[in-house]
């Protein structure tokens, strides 16, 4: 493993230079300087580190010295040590009385510079590790083998949890994802989509009323006290691990239909879109052509969009005449001359429910569009 390239070495260099106003050189473990205080001696070859390097233990060069060295000034130069191994040298210009005790002191800042580095280092391509894996998990598990199931391990991820998917999408994506992120639960697991977030959310309870209200106190949090504006689709529980991806797919179709359906609303469950979500996929198969679009010819036929006003909140208010006529202010006679109309022009009746139900059907497949 590379541990030292000039981008870190640069950092050591300007790190440490704030301890001691001295210039400072950091070379690889081929003694080529990589970092400097004085940009003019990048790229060169530092004899003085390579004798560090061949004899693992520090060098001091006078000024009588480095005229017969190449690459060299007076000063010292010590080794760079990491996991036991000499990995780089860090070199102080300067007479090596006036500055001998800032070697130690030197050398400890850019070795725990460069611990440091390497432990981001590692904990970043642990997170984009464990991305891929639950990316791969979305998919389905017919395809998982046990040395996905070794390295889900190794990262503590535990596939025995109950969880559901959750897709969320926010106008300001990075305040959205830091915002999320910092309120998971410790068994949560997020992943970044080019369109949104994927969180595979721990559920306390498997069943679904009670999570579903967990989820809503979850989702009030996070957008009420947190001020982030967010929308939340939400697929449902399934047992065992394959169930993941089903979830998935129920909170993506979720997410398409409901923001069609509900623009207003922040929060969408499948459970509520089971029709228009089959319809999204009947579409996806081709196969939703077969309705015929009584909504469209509605529309046509509506100038100035009273009737469909009055279906619309026909089925919302599910066929209930006090509250329809309430709703929409007009009296019972106006609702019998408006349905009646609806009939003329559709050719199917929405007091009946098997016309109400292709009408219904007809409504979705236009706002899915």
Same mark, same amino acid.
């Given at each position: ?48 580190? %390579? ?77 984009? %590790? ?21 390295? #889900? ?12 998917? #959750? ?32 969180? %595979? ?39 065992? %691990? ?128």
């Amino acid at each position: 493993m590379k541990f030292l390239d000039k981008s870190l070495a640069q950092e050591i260099v300007d790190r440490t230079m704030k301890i001691i106003k001295r210039n400072i050189n950091v070379m690889n473990d081929k003694g080529v300087i990589i970092g400097s205080g004085d940009p003019t001696r990048i790229d060169s070859i530092h004899e003085g580190a %390579l004798h560090v390097i061949e004899n693992q233990k520090e060098f001091e060069i006078e000024e009588h010295d480095a005229k017969g060295l190449h690459g060299v000034k007076a000063g010292i130069n010590l080794p760079i040590n990491f996991n036991n191994q000499v990995v780089g040298v860090i070199g102080i210009t300067g007479a090596p009385e006036e500055i001998r005790n800032y070697g130690e002191l030197v050398k400890m800042a850019a070795e725990m510079i460069l611990q440091q580095a390497v432990l981001i280092d590692q904990m970043q391509w642990d997170e984009r %590790l464990k991305e891929e894996l639950i990316s791969q998990l979305l998919h389905g598990t017919e395809n998982l083998n046990s040395h996905y199931f070794e390295r #889900v391990r190794r990262l503590g991820i535990n596939l025995d949890i109950p969880r559901l998917a #959750v897709i969320l999408t926010a106008k300001d994506r990075a305040k959205g994802f830091k915002t999320i992120r910092d309120r998971l639960d410790k068994e949560d697991l997020l992943v970044m989509h080019p369109d949104y977030l994927i969180l %595979l959310k721990k559920v306390t309870s498997q069943n679904v009323t009670r999570a579903r209200i967990e989820l809503e106190k979850w989702a009030e949090t996070v957008g009420k006290y947190l001020g982030v504006h967010c929308k939340l689709s939400i697929g449902n529980y399934h047992p065992e %691990l394959k169930g993941i991806a089903d979830s998935y797919r129920e909170a993506v179709l979720t997410s398409f239909v409901g923001k069609r359906i509900d623009p207003v609303k922040t929060i969408y469950f499948y459970d509520d879109y089971k029709i228009p979500v089959l319809l999204a996929r009947a579409k996806n198969l081709g196969i939703g052509e077969e309705l015929l679009n009584y909504y469209q010819l509605l529309q046509q036929n509506d100038k100035k969009g009273e009737l469909v006003e009055t279906l619309l909140t026909f089925i919302e208010e599910n066929g209930d005449v006090h509250s329809i006529t309430g709703k929409l202010f007009i009296h019972r006679n106006t609702l019998r001359y408006r349905l009646d109309k609806i009939t003329e022009i559709t050719g199917k009746d929405p007091r009946k429910i098997k016309d109400l139900l292709e009408l219904y059907l007809s409504v979705i497949q236009e706002l899915i569009k």
